[in-house]
């Protein structure tokens, strides 16, 4: 009789052990459900801010499209159009005689302004540069002309991409500061050099 009382005991301290680790672990699954429920929470307040966030990503990625095709100037934003006057231009310098107070006439060549698009190792490099622009924007890049300025630095020989002319120092700066926004680079330069 004593050995069916001591497994009655065993068994039943077993089954209040086995008791035990069921309510620990329920324990934890509502200290985890506690936890996670702020984040579950706010999930849910915020589900349709999520949703459309992921519409506008949609248009954003349509709209990148659109800007990357670069299809016409005249639809560019309002903050970067401007006033663009069409000047046509002659590639000959034209020479000016002016009589000084002494009596001598003096030369005095007519400044042009251009802007410089580039630096090169070749000749070429800077020919198909005003290729690729013109294809790529050619609203803007079909109106000038281009010459190439060669240029040593520690015994290299550059190429510099030069795009012009401007009439006046002021006009060549604004231009600059248009291309700046489409991610071109531009630096006010003399219009001298090789004609391309």
């Known amino acids: ?24 672990s329920e324990l934890d699954n509502v200290v985890r459900m506690e936890q996670i429920k702020p984040y579950l929470d706010q999930w849910d307040n915020n589900k ?7 519409e506008i990503e949609g248009d954003l990625l349509m709209l990148i ?16 159009r401007t006033e663009v006057n069409l000047v046509q231009h002659s590639a ?14 003096e030369e005095d060549i007519a400044s042009m302004y251009g802007v410089k698009l580039g630096s090169y190792l070749k ?3 800077a020919s198909n540069t005003v290729v ?23 015994n290299t020989q550059l190429y510099k991409l030069i795009a012009g002319p401007f009439k006046n120092k002021q006009d060549a700066y604004y231009f600059c500061k248009i291309i700046s926004r489409i991610n071109l680079s531009c630096k006010l330069s003399p219009f001298e050099g090789i004609i391309i």
């Open 123 to 125: 000749q070429q490099s």
């Open 1 to 24: 009789m004593k050995f069916i009382l001591y497994i009655s005991l065993l068994l039943l301290f077993l089954g209040g052990c086995s008791s035990q680790t069921d309510d620990v």
């Open 48 to 54: 349709s801010k999520i949703n459309r966030l992921s």
């Open 65 to 80: 499209k659109a800007l990357s095709m670069q299809t016409n100037l005249d639809t560019l934003p309002d903050e970067m």
């Open 132 to 154: 690729k622009l013109k294809q790529s924007y050619p609203n803007i890049f079909n109106v000038f002309q281009y010459r190439v300025q060669t240029e040593s630095k520690s």
């Open 92 to 105: 000959v310098e034209k020479k000016t005689n002016t009589l000084s107070n002494t009596g001598v006439i």
